[in-house]
């Protein structure tokens, strides 16, 4: 079984862990925009839909659950952006920011991940493996 959606409805949230692994999985999430984490761990409108309040959030699960269209893209790009936190990634950052506190290497300026970047690729390689469609046929 899948699940359609996943709903973090906390007002305070850690950085979203269970966001990361539901996209993993290709499941898109909704949480509130002000509880923490969340924003850190998915994109608005890319990987998962951020509230403002209650009636947002509410409306929010009932899009992704009534367009399936909206929730696969969301799926997707959340599968991908999930896949992009991964160990390597987060040492070189952690080396980075202990030799800048040591003043071995200039302050430590965050990263954000470049979801467009992520995708473009991918994107692409779809455009050139899917066939062109049959006319049909009466």
Not at 75 to 89: E, K, L, N, Q, V
Not at 101 to 127: K, N
């Amino acid at each position: 079984a899948t699940s359609w959606v996943v709903v973090m409805p906390s007002h305070k949230e850690g950085w979203g862990l269970t966001i990361v692994e539901a996209g993993l999985h290709g499941t898109p999430a909704v949480a509130y925009s002000f509880a923490g984490g969340p924003s850190e761990s998915m994109v608005h409108g890319r990987t998962g839909l951020l509230a403002d309040d209650r009636a947002q959030l509410e409306e929010h699960v009932r899009t992704l659950l009534d367009d399936p269209c909206l929730r696969e893209d969301l799926g997707r790009a959340a599968r991908t952006y999930a896949a992009s936190f991964d160990w390597h990634r987060t040492g070189l950052r952690l080396e980075h920011v202990i030799a800048s506190v040591l003043g071995l290497a200039p302050r430590h300026q965050d990263d954000v991940i470049d979801l467009d970047a992520l995708l473009a690729p991918r994107d692409a390689a779809l455009e050139h493996r899917l066939p062109e469609p049959e006319p049909l046929r009466a």
